[in-house]
């Protein structure tokens, strides 16, 4: 169980979890049932991106800080939101590990922080697979 959690992460961002909650459930309206969201993460916050059927899309950028390279994750809206759910902090930080494929991201390590600045509380870990990113 330890081997899934990496003890350090270089590349995370911190967000509001009540900003990312609400983003993710507006942007995810346009998706078809198991249908993966786009988020990057950048120094400019989290943009959050997605495109359904008969050309629907939407895409919502909000505040957020970046630590490391700017990473992008394709992620499934209802675990993300699962996740989130259970973070009962006002931000919340997402790590993102690394693969020896440089081409097939890591686990997405979600923990509970209680403001911007500090680091990440251990009380909370949620892990969540990314999809494959289609180019």
């Keep these: ?3 899934l959690f990496p003890e350090s992460v270089d590349d995370y961002a911190v967000v ?3 900003d990312l ?3 993710t459930r507006r942007v995810s309206l346009v998706l078809e049932r198991e249908a993966a969201l786009r988020f990057t993460f950048s120094l400019d916050g989290v943009t959050l ?7 629907a899309q939407a895409s919502e950028t909000i505040d ?4 490391g390279q700017e990473t992008v994750v394709s992620l499934k809206p209802s ?6 759910g259970a973070v009962h902090s006002e931000f ?3 790590s993102f590990t690394k693969t020896d494929n440089p081409n097939k991201p890591g686990p997405v390590l979600i923990t509970a922080q209680s403001s911007k600045e500090p680091a990440g509380s251990d009380n909370y ?3 969540l697979q990314p999809n494959l990113l289609l180019r």
């Design 64 to 67: 957020g800080q970046l630590v």
């Design 16 to 18: 509001n979890t009540a």
């Design 1 to 3: 169980m330890k081997r």
């Design 125 to 127: 870990k949620y892990l």
């Design 79 to 84: 675990f993300l939101l699962d996740g989130l």
């Design 21 to 23: 909650v609400e983003a």
């Design 92 to 94: 919340v930080r997402l």
């Design 49 to 55: 991106e997605a495109a359904g059927v008969e050309q």
